[in-house]
């Protein structure tokens, strides 16, 4: 059966997940966050005090965790049946899950874990590499970003209305670092797939980035 994938890649903080949930909703598709699996390796390595730079032990633990979604109003990760949905937000968790992110190893155990998402109707795949390296065939491919200065002013708003203190300088020179580290790494480096649709969101307000997707997909 063809299943419809729509990706939508592109750097931290550019509204991907705001959007790709608002999207899969109105389609009444599935929703793959990406990030949120490299975040609950990031979790796990950090819980069993696993360095982020022994590669062979971060590789065995993302062999043997197993990761259960759920998704009601909000999306629920459970890691080995603990419920760890409130530390993935954290710049700890997300600054650690770019580092693991750059081992090929990682990428490969958890590669299938992201392709299993693909089931009827349709997936909304969020990440960096998902029209590039997952989902290369999708029918729909959006890349999506914004200024770093406009992506951290978001991401430090996102924080704060989690309840979680944030320092917009510090989040503005992680956001830097980060991009600098998914974009030059060897292996499915965050770049626009050939054939995405660039939308910069810098200057558009979140409804009308989620239109230009849908009418992409309309
Ligand atoms: O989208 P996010 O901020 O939740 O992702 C956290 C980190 O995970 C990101 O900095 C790099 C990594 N990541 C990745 O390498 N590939 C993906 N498809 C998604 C995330």
């Known amino acids: 059966m063809n299943i419809s994938v729509l990706t939508i890649d592109g750097p931290s903080g550019a509204g991907k997940g705001t959007v790709s949930r608002a999207v899969a909703k109105r389609l ?43 998704c009601q109003e909000e999306l629920q990760i459970k890691l080995n049946e603990t419920d760890i949905t409130a530390q993935l937000p954290s710049e ?3 600054n650690a899950a770019s580092l693991i992110a750059a081992y090929p ?5 958890l590669l299938q874990k992201q392709k299993d998402f693909k089931q009827a109707p349709g997936l909304v795949a969020d990440g960096r590499d998902m029209g590039t390296v997952v989902f ?23 924080l704060i209305k989690k309840g979680i203190s ?25 770049v626009a797939a050939y054939d995405a649709l660039i939308i910069d969101s810098s200057d558009l307000m979140i ?9 992409l997909v309309r």
């Open 166 to 190: 944030a320092n917009l300088e510090q989040i503005t020179q992680e956001i830097d670092a980060r991009d600098k580290r998914d974009s030059e790494r060897a292996i499915a480096p965050l």
């Open 92 to 94: 700890t968790t997300g």
């Open 105 to 109: 190893a990682v990428r490969a155990v």
């Open 28 to 70: 009444g598709w599935h929703y793959l966050d990406s990030g949120a699996i490299y975040r609950s390796l990031a979790v796990a390595v950090l819980a069993q005090q696993v360095e982020l730079t022994n590669s062979a032990a971060v590789v065995a633990v993302a062999q043997a965790m197993r990761l259960e979604f759920a």
């Open 136 to 158: 290369p065939d999708a029918c729909y491919k959006v890349y999506l970003t914004a200024s770093s200065k406009e992506r951290a002013k978001r991401r430090y708003k996102q």
């Open 207 to 215: 409804d009308q980035v989620i239109e230009a997707v849908l009418s």
